[in-house]
Nanobody, 120 residues
């Protein structure tokens, strides 16, 4: 069992900044990729950004230059710094971790989601 605990989120005005964090714990042998997805009302869940164990980051075109993903391998945490937020960034943000358990199975875990609302 792996637990992902998310923090951050909330209400912010357009142009503002917000940070999200996610901590993974449980039966983790190693973590491959960590990332953030989001789902807006009436839309499918989409990748926002992800990052490998060596720090290679990948971003959705819509957030490039505004969002920064980072991870702390020692603490099994991943963070997302969101700047210049727009109303269209409003969504529930989910942490995602691809990991190996102690049987070397490759599995995925999801956080419970945290709401980000960008509105004046």
């Amino acid at each position: 069992q792996v637990q992902l605990v998310e923090s951050g989120g909330g209400l912010v005005q357009p142009g503002g900044s917000l940070g999200l964090s996610c901590a993974a714990s449980g039966s983790i042998f190693s973590i491959n990729a960590m990332g953030w997805y989001r789902q807006a009302p009436g839309k499918e869940r989409e990748l926002v950004a992800d990052i490998t164990g060596v720090g290679d980051a990948n971003y959705a075109d819509s957030v490039k230059g505004r969002f920064t993903i980072s991870r702390d391998n020692a603490k099994n945490t991943v963070s997302l710094q969101m700047n210049s937020l727009k109303p269209e960034d409003t969504a529930v943000y989910y942490c995602n971790v691809i990991y190996r358990d102690y049987e070397r199975n490759i599995l995925a875990a999801w956080g419970q989601g945290t709401l980000v609302t960008v509105s004046s």
